[in-house]
């Protein structure tokens, strides 16, 4: 049996989260590890490049060139919110439940992806269910671009509270002719559900009623796994990553986040600073172009010392946030590449990069 490792990848929208999570599942990979990569919502090249662009489950990824000298193997899959949600209830309901009745219900189609919490608890839910699958060497989970990143983590918690037994007994008792209405909601609640029948028919109000009754069948589950998820995430062996750029707003937002996964009892690891690097050398000076005029070189120049000065200011930011992080954690610095990182070729540049900067523990 494989002692699955699950490494989580977080940080906020537009730092290339994403492409460090592929990155490192490649590298991982390519030490002859079996490696998922679980991704929310991958750009269409890199999904493209994964393989993954219009498949819904776990593929392997082609590796073209690199795949005769490759050691491991690696997979990709997007999480598919609706299906992962579908095959939840299919294995928790109980034994003559309401499957079918609770998959055609219309209220459990749009909120099971799109209740605030479903979609996180889907992405931890695929999580749990590939770890103790015990199919991989490896997980890495690439955490949705959330402004919050770290609600993320508390999301299905919340949506575990919603479905609790305090809110779902009341209409539990409606189904077997209990006046929930008349008891437990105020006069004031009764005129706006009347409102609302009006304004979307009666229906809604049965399929709320009736949605709420199915519930029942994987309550218990939907506590069981979201607390299973919960001690998988916890557990000192699965760590975070705290994925990063140096622009001053993303390195503020970082710092919160840092401190909250601390808080929270997470095993953060490592921070990577992800195009924090020059892909030129800055400290060259211009040398002028022969085949052009002198108004075009003094213009060249004019642009290069522009950039010079932005890349100065960002390595200054760069070297500060290192030095106070680096105490703590093992920081890696990775490169801004001047071109998209969107075929195996290129990401492979990512890969080996992270290979040569990365300290892993004793798994590996």
Not at 39 to 57: M, N, V
Not at 79 to 97: E, T
Not at 102 to 107: D, E, Q
Not at 147 to 152: L, V
Request: charged share 25%; with cysteine; hydrophobic share 40%.
């Amino acid at each position: 049996m494989k002692n699955t490792g699950v490494i989580v990848s977080i940080g906020t929208g537009g730092v290339g989260k994403t492409t460090v999570s592929a990155g490192l599942g490649l590298y991982l990979a390519s030490l002859g590890n079996k490696v998922l990569v679980l991704t929310i919502d991958p750009s269409k090249r890199l999904a493209t490049t994964l393989g993954i662009g219009e498949e819904k489950g776990i593929v392997k990824v082609k590796l073209g060139r690199f795949a005769d000298s490759f050691k491991g193997e690696l997979y990709a899959s997007i999480v598919d919110h609706q299906s992962v949600f579908n095959d939840f209830i299919l294995r928790s309901s109980r034994k003559g439940g309401h499957i079918e009745k609770i998959l055609n219900n219309k209220l459990y189609q749009q909120l099971s992806t799109s209740l605030s919490g479903s979609q996180e608890f889907t992405a931890l839910e695929k999580l749990y269910s590939c770890f103790i699958s015990k199919e991989f060497d490896y997980i890495v989970l690439d955490t949705p671009p959330a402004k919050h990143a770290i609600d993320f983590l508390s999301a299905p918690e919340k949506l575990a509270s919603l479905f609790s037994e305090n809110i779902t007994k009341w209409f539990k008792d409606t189904q077997h002719g209990g006046n929930w209405l008349a008891a437990m909601i105020s006069s004031g609640t009764r005129q706006v559900l009347k409102i609302l029948e009006v304004l979307t028919g009666s229906e809604f109000v049965k399929e709320l009623s009736l949605f709420f009754y199915y519930i029942n069948d994987w309550q218990d589950q939907l506590h069981d796994r979201t607390l299973k998820a919960h001690e998988l995430l916890v557990n000192p062996l699965t760590e975070f990553y705290l994925v990063t750029s140096i622009d001053p707003s993303k390195l503020k937002e970082a710092t919160l986040l840092l401190k909250e996964i601390r808080k929270q009892g997470y095993s953060l690891t490592k921070v990577i600073m992800n195009r924090s690097i020059p892909s030129w050398d800055i400290t060259k000076e211009f040398v002028s172009l022969p085949d052009l005029s002198v108004e075009k070189n003094q213009e060249l120049v004019r642009l290069f010392n522009l950039l010079k000065s932005v890349f100065h200011h960002k390595s200054m930011t760069h070297q500060k946030f290192l030095e106070e992080l680096q105490k703590t954690v093992q920081v890696l610095s990775l490169t801004e590449y001047n071109k998209s990182i969107s075929d195996i070729e290129s990401l492979d540049e990512v890969s080996r990069e992270i290979g040569l900067k990365i300290q892993f523990g004793e798994k590996i």
